[in-house]
T-cell receptor
């Protein structure tokens, strides 16, 4: 069955430190890949997406993600975290262009001053 | 403003009552979705719709009913609410594979 795994439920980093959030998926072909961010009490906002082409994609707020086919991974990175990045982050995969996505369980990011 | 509007944003109801969560989009996207968000489960798909009068079950459809008589509206009904349906519900529409979310409806079933 198709699935998405975010191994880290909770991550704490210091402000200014680098960040990497992990995402692995299970599927035979290359899916559509997404990272969404959710601030408390808010809906989900798209950070970035990968459909095809260059495997390193740039998103909003200084985030980037790299698709690694051999590892079935799509990890999210940011070189220097800001306190405003504290939120919950969701990786999602889709297997067509319909928008029907499977979400990971989410990773909560806490930023220490 | 353009986008997806959900109502009500907050709802408290009792076990056994019928509840309808409304979702309206102004983009005319073909696909619309209902997800529920629960701690430890991320977002799980309840129902989705490819167009007016076309709906299909997602991962967790039991206890829910949807309809889509117009492209812009996609209401979700809990016919007899249960405590296990206490959750935050998100409506979304899609364009080119990307989902656009509403702000969510927080439902508490007592």
């Amino acid at each position: 069955a198709q699935s998405v795994t975010q191994p880290d439920i909770h991550i704490t980093v210091s402000e200014g430190a680098s960040l990497e959030l992990r995402c692995n998926y299970s599927y035979g072909a290359t899916p559509y890949l997404f990272w969404y961010v959710q601030s408390p009490g808010q809906g989900l906002q798209l950070l970035l997406k990968y459909f095809s082409g260059d495997t390193l994609v740039q998103g909003i707020k200084g985030f980037e993600a790299e698709f690694k086919r051999s590892q079935s991974s799509f990890n999210l990175r940011k070189p220097s975290v800001h306190w405003s990045d504290a939120a919950e982050y969701f990786c999602a995969v889709g297997f067509s262009n319909t928008g029907k996505l499977i979400f990971g369980q989410g990773t909560t990011l806490q930023v220490k001053p | 403003d353009a986008g997806i509007t959900q109502s009500p944003r907050y709802k408290i109801t009792e076990t056994g009552r019928q509840v309808t969560l409304m979702c309206h989009q102004t983009w005319s996207h073909s696909y619309m979705f209902w997800y529920r968000q629960d701690l430890g489960h991320g977002l799980r798909l309840i129902y989705y719709s490819a167009a007016a009068d076309i709906t299909d079950k997602g991962e967790v459809p039991d206890g829910y009913v949807v309809s889509r008589s117009k492209t812009e509206n996609f209401p979700l009904t809990l016919e007899s609410a249960t405590r296990s349906q206490t959750s935050v519900y998100f409506c979304a529409s899609s364009e080119g594979g990307e989902l656009f979310f509403g702000e969510g409806s927080r439902l508490t079933v007592l």
